[in-house]
DNA sequence: GGGTGTAAAAGTGTATACAGATATACAGAA
DNA sequence: TTCTGTATATCTGTATACACTTTTACACCC
């Protein structure tokens, strides 16, 4: 158990929603749990920490991050921004290879979808429709809010209907590259957030 | 010495010059420099990690990042969109407090400015400038990839006219923000980015 | 009941020690 | 000289121990 698969199943755990938003995480019990002392569990908090998952504060115990209404905006803004950018970056650049990739990438989100796994296959997706772009740092900071997004978003749960829709979209985008139709493809990203946000919105209040 | 000012002593090094990218950090000089053990030095790497300031690998020695030009490019072309954006959010809502803030900011870096201190006038300044957005998140990222860029400068010798078109950069920065034409201050942002990004590529190669 | 002070319990931060990995220096071969 | 292999020195990762801080629980007073 290296602090890197530590950080990683606890990832699973937030993003899965086992450890809902505001849950405490006491470095002593994750020592234990993962059979190791407590200066890996302190190192995998930091990695969890600087990927916006959890809250680490001088001589308290870490939290698993709980966002305000209006910083759950803020990041979707931020989505906004970064992932169109990224998208029209990458549109320019597609190759048929790159075409395939995303074909592959969404027939495994649609299986990912129906085993209850539908953020991996979402990630991956965006994952496939943005590489073209070659920008690391931009996916970094799309990942990163991603995430952050994806921790509001676990402790509830998803209506077939979203996944529905969340994966025509995902049709809709494909078909989109495909086309070559650009302004089109990125109306169509900033509608899939922007859905995206507002049913995340609903059910904060 | 907690970490948190072992790493802002240590950014300082890095920002100032002392620690050029690539310069490696063990954690044992560290320890003694600060008269610590590595535990607290082994936290403050990963704070400047995070910030994006240093390298970590498993059981490598921590280093000063150097960015390749390609990444210089992505990193200034994030700013843009990053900073043109707050920019515009805190445009809109703007009051004569807010200016008065950025009255004192310019002072005030026009002062570091002529101690050899610029870039912690910049940074006041653009904070400055960026406030009334209150978008913590963003302001945030917009940080990082400052610094992250900043790291790179902070091995040439600025010139002296440099300096001097960012002062009047940011004289007419404020001007315009004064004079409520938002058009105008967004394109001199603009501008001002895309200089400061140019002379940098020019000092790489 | 609701607030307040205090002591025990739990938790965090860090020094020390040691095992294992990496980097360095140097001798010998091409 | 330049490359390669190897022994040594250096460095990192983590367990343990202990001091200090925060949290929790409970008795007390209003």
């Known amino acids: 158990m290296t602090p890197e698969d530590i950080s990683h199943t606890l990832e699973k755990d937030i993003l899965g929603g086992t450890l809902a938003p505001g849950s405490v995480l006491p470095q002593g019990a994750l020592a234990a749990r993962?059979?190791?002392?407590?200066?890996?569990?302190r190192d995998a908090l930091a990695r969890?920490?600087?990927?916006?998952?959890?809250e680490l504060a001088p001589n308290r115990r870490a939290r698993v991050v709980q966002m305000t209404r209006d910083e759950v905006i803020e990041a979707y803004d931020l989505r906004l921004l970064l992932e169109t950018d990224l998208f029209a970056r990458a549109l320019k650049r597609m190759t048929p290879q790159d075409l395939d990739r995303i074909d592959y990438a969404l027939?495994?989100?649609?299986?990912?979808?129906?085993?209850a796994n539908w953020a991996e296959g979402d990630a991956l997706f965006h994952a496939a429709l943005y590489a073209p772009a070659q920008r690391s740092r931009q996916q970094a900071m799309i990942d990163g809010l991603r995430r952050a997004c994806r921790v509001q978003i676990a402790s509830y749960a998803i209506l077939p209907e979203d996944t529905d829709r969340w994966l025509a979209d995902h049709a809709a985008l494909r078909d989109l590259c495909r086309a070559g139709q650009t302004t089109a493809a990125a109306e169509r990203l900033r509608a899939h957030l922007t859905g995206a946000r507002d049913t995340l919105l609903s059910h904060l209040t």
């Not at 969890?48 to 959890?54: F, H, I, N, Q, R």
């Not at 495994?108 to 085993?115: G, T």
């Open 34 to 41: 993962f059979g190791v002392s407590r200066i890996p569990v």
């Open 48 to 54: 969890l920490a600087s990927a916006g998952l959890v």
């Open 107 to 115: 027939a495994r989100s649609d299986l990912e979808a129906r085993n």
